[in-house]
């Protein structure tokens, strides 16, 4: 069982629609990262969160962590095929400093 | 370039071999992470160094896997005797952690893809 765990693992949409990734966990983390990984690539960070209830805007994505720092979500609106990708949600819990904890991963696909 | 750089991209070793894999972090950077990473799936945590102080070695799944972080700088990560459950891509980050507190943002090189006949 995963600390941190994403859903769904695998999300398939069309140009255009708006889709909705899920990092959930029991444990409490100071803060959460969201990554975004392109084949042969390592991840780059897109956003940090760290206050409870935090929202945060990027263009077309919005991430918000949840009021108790145990979740977060990744919002993206009108998707395009640029936004293909593996989608990683990253932890630090709070006893374990600076190490992070990954996610599974949501792998998205946008068709044109 | 400034990023993470990882040597080889591509490892193909027998079963039983021992490999070697090279990350060259950020010029400056305090912090050097490894991970593994299966084929789609998330990162699972390795080894962490920060500075002088001693490895956290916490991730490491046996005591076949080893890494060394010389001069604060290079890091190398071995495998002895390749088992082929070691096949995935090894990532690196490096991060200036000791300042950036809860912030800190990882640095990732391309990977090592590793296969173990």
């Known amino acids: 069982t995963q600390l941190l765990e994403q859903s769904p693992q695998f999300l398939s949409i069309q140009e255009g629609e708006n889709l909705t990734v899920y990092c959930n966990s029991s444990?409490?983390?100071?803060?959460l990262q969201w990554y975004r990984q392109e084949p042969g690539e390592g991840p780059v960070l897109l956003v940090t969160?760290?206050?409870?209830?935090e929202v945060k805007k990027l263009k077309r994505l919005t991430f918000q962590f949840g009021d108790a720092r145990k979740d977060s979500s990744l919002h993206i609106t009108a998707a395009q095929p640029g936004d293909t990708g593996l989608y990683l949600c990253a932890g630090r819990p709070k006893a374990a400093g600076n190490k992070l904890t990954f996610g599974g991963g949501t792998r998205v696909l946008v068709k044109p | 370039g400034a990023g993470v750089s990882q040597s080889p991209s591509n490892k193909v070793t027998e079963k039983g071999k021992d490999v070697e894999l090279r990350c060259d972090p950020i010029s400056g950077h305090t912090a050097l992470y490894w991970y593994r990473q299966s084929l789609g799936q998330g990162l699972e945590f390795l080894i962490y160094f920060q500075g002088n102080s001693a490895p956290d070695k916490s991730g490491l799944p046996s005591d076949r896997f080893s890494a060394e972080r010389t001069g604060g700088s290079v890091s190398t990560l071995t495998i002895q005797r390749t088992q082929q459950e070691d096949s995935a891509v090894y990532l690196c980050?490096?991060?200036?952690?000791?300042?950036?507190?809860?912030?800190?943002?990882?640095?990732f090189g391309p990977g090592t893809r590793l296969t173990v006949l």
């Open positions: 980050a490096s991060s200036l952690d000791l300042l950036a507190g809860p912030r800190s943002e990882q640095f």
């Open positions: 969160v760290v206050t409870g209830g």
């Open positions: 444990s409490v983390f100071s803060s």
